[in-house]
T-cell receptor
Framework: TAGITQAPTSQILAAGRSMTLRCTQD?????MYWYRQDLGLGLRLIHY???????GKGEVPDGYSVSRANTDDFPLTLASAVPSQTSVYFC???????????FGPGTRLTVT | GEDVEQSLFLSVREGDSSVINCTYT??????LYWYKQEPGAGLQLLTY?????DMKQDQRLTVLLNKKDKHLSLRIADTQTGDSAIYFC???????????FGSGTRLLVRP
């Protein structure tokens, strides 16, 4: 199994443009998460989804939206990117009965 | 409130023991975790401990939990150069499966 895949690996985006970061898992996990990682701040939760059809806000949700139309996919959309959204974005998933979160390889986003 | 704190950097000599420390504020946390991040990669779970345990040992890894002081530590015995990475402490509040991460400790192992 591939686990969690993210696309693209990296992207340079002009401020004001929109972009969707893709995340797909093949483990049939109920819960999925989006984090951003910034130097000195660790990982901060942006949005999460406990099950398909539901989403919730994390610690830093402003400027981001998510959807969970099915179990496998959890895309993250930046409607109008700003330079402060330059970061490394990690998608993760977990099974409801297992607390371990499995992480994707990350997407490095630079907003200019 | 929920907050997890770690020191930013630790340097040790190969073969020595490493101790990475973490403090947390949410006394109701049910699980506490240590994740490892190698350069350019995502995070991988190293080990975790239930909040009702004091210690957990897994090969070269020893986790100590002091609930009174809300202090968690990870000891790596016989540290190797392959252990060089960023180590994140994390806690899970009793509601839901969200993780609250510390800022990470960068471990550098010198030959």
């Amino acid at each position: 199994t591939a686990g969690i895949t993210q696309a693209p690996t990296s992207q340079i985006l002009a401020a004001g443009r929109s972009m969707t970061l893709r995340c797909t898992q093949d483990m049939r996990h109920n819960a999925m998460y989006w984090y951003r990682q910034d130097l000195g701040l660790g990982l901060r939760l942006i949005h999460y989804s406990n099950t398909a059809g539901t989403t919730g806000k994390g610690e830093v949700p402003d400027g981001y939206s998510v959807s969970r139309a099915n179990t496998d996919d959890f895309p993250l959309t930046l409607a109008s990117a700003v330079p402060s959204q330059t970061s490394v974005y990690f998608c993760a998933s977990s099974d409801g009965g297992d607390h371990e979160q499995y992480f994707g390889p990350g997407t490095r986003l630079t907003v200019t | 409130g929920e907050d997890v704190e770690q020191s930013l950097f630790l340097s040790v000599r190969e073969g020595d023991s490493s101790v990475i420390n973490c403090t947390y504020t949410d006394s109701s946390s049910t699980y506490l975790y240590w994740y490892k991040q190698e350069p350019g990669a995502g995070l991988q779970l190293l080990t975790y401990i239930f909040s009702n345990m004091d210690m957990k040992q897994d090969q070269r890894l020893t986790v100590l939990l002091n609930k009174k002081d809300k202090h968690l530590s990870l000891r790596i015995a016989d540290t190797q150069t392959g252990d060089s990475a960023i180590y994140f402490c994390a806690e899970t509040p009793p509601t839901g499966y969200k993780l609250i991460f510390g800022s990470g400790t960068r471990l550098l192992v010198r030959p």
